[in-house]
């Protein structure tokens, strides 16, 4: 695992080899977390947790210019690709199917305590007016939510305390609850 510690840490200058031995050594978790997510999919996306995962390798393994900080800002940057694939391909079938509702559901282990969050182009719209009001909120969402990362994990990631990501998980699903009704 150090090895994998230290390409993680300095990515970009890395060959696309090595960045995929990485990704080979973090497969089964990241499948996993496709799995867990995939499992309540009823007509979003027809991709298998192998297919997403593959898709999020190609994706990942061209990134050029980011370093990370090891295995937990590596799993929160495989979390946002994978919102990124879901939304691709939810964005093609949606086409396809004309105003059907794109119905999902997340990895985390949460509760919106609202309308349940089950389309994922409208979770997108509202992750993106999210960003806007703070990049980090979107980032803890996308770890627990698609990356099916604990509190004590997107704290590690966030380099932050996990009173302050309790904290913030807080203001996220009450945000959430706000725009959902």
Not at 3 to 11: E, K, M, R
Not at 52 to 71: C, M, P, Q, S, T
């Amino acid at each position: 695992m150090t090895d994998v510690t230290q390409i993680l840490q300095s990515w970009s200058q890395q060959s696309r080899d090595d960045r995929g031995r990485v990704v080979a050594a973090l497969y089964d978790e990241l499948r996993r977390n496709a799995a867990n997510h995939l499992r309540g999919e009823r007509g979003v996306v027809d991709l298998q947790p192998t297919s997403l995962v593959n898709e999020a390798y190609f994706r990942l393994v061209n990134i050029d210019r980011i370093d990370l900080n090891g295995r937990s800002h590596f799993l929160g940057l495989a979390g946002r690709i994978m919102r990124e694939v879901l939304v691709d391909e939810a964005r093609k079938l949606r086409a396809s199917k004309r105003d059907q509702a794109l119905q999902t559901h997340f990895t985390g282990d949460f509760d919106s305590g609202a309308t349940p969050l089950t389309d994922i182009l409208q979770v997108d719209e509202l992750l993106n007016e999210l960003e806007a009001i703070d990049p980090q909120y979107v980032q803890l969402f996308e770890a627990r939510a698609f990356a099916g990362m604990t509190i004590e994990e997107a704290a590690q990631m966030l380099d932050l305390s996990v009173s302050t990501v309790k904290r913030k998980w807080k203001v996220v699903m009450a945000w959430l609850r706000e725009k959902t009704g």
